[in-house]
């Protein structure tokens, strides 16, 4: 007892949990902002044609990542078009916190 007891009380388990609180609660926020980021009618289609704006231009970390959803064709300037993108993975694509928003191609 007295080894779980001083485990508990100790600086560093203080902090790993500290760390691990501020890192689910980050993800938290970045579940619940993402459907927020969606705007625009998407067509009810099985896979969507999307362009992803970002506050700043994409490097290529960020093509990589868009290219795990869909098809990137091209970029302009912040934002960046990424086509057959499916329906149920909209969240996913737009959770990121560098994602300032997602929007059908017109």
Do not use: C
């Amino acid at each position: 007892m007295s080894i779980a007891r001083d485990v508990l009380r100790s600086r560093k388990t203080h902090a790993v949990l500290a760390t691990a609180a501020l890192y689910l609660g980050f993800q938290a926020w970045e579940i619940a902002a993402a459907p927020g980021k969606i705007t625009g009618e998407l067509p009810q289609r099985r896979r969507v044609d999307v362009v992803v704006t970002l506050p700043f231009a994409p490097e290529r970390f960020h093509i990589t990542r868009f290219q795990e959803f869909g098809r990137v064709s091209g970029t302009n300037g912040n934002a960046v078009e990424v086509r057959g993108v499916l329906r149920s993975d909209m969240e996913k694509l737009a959770r990121p916190y560098w994602v300032k928003r997602v929007e059908p191609v017109t």
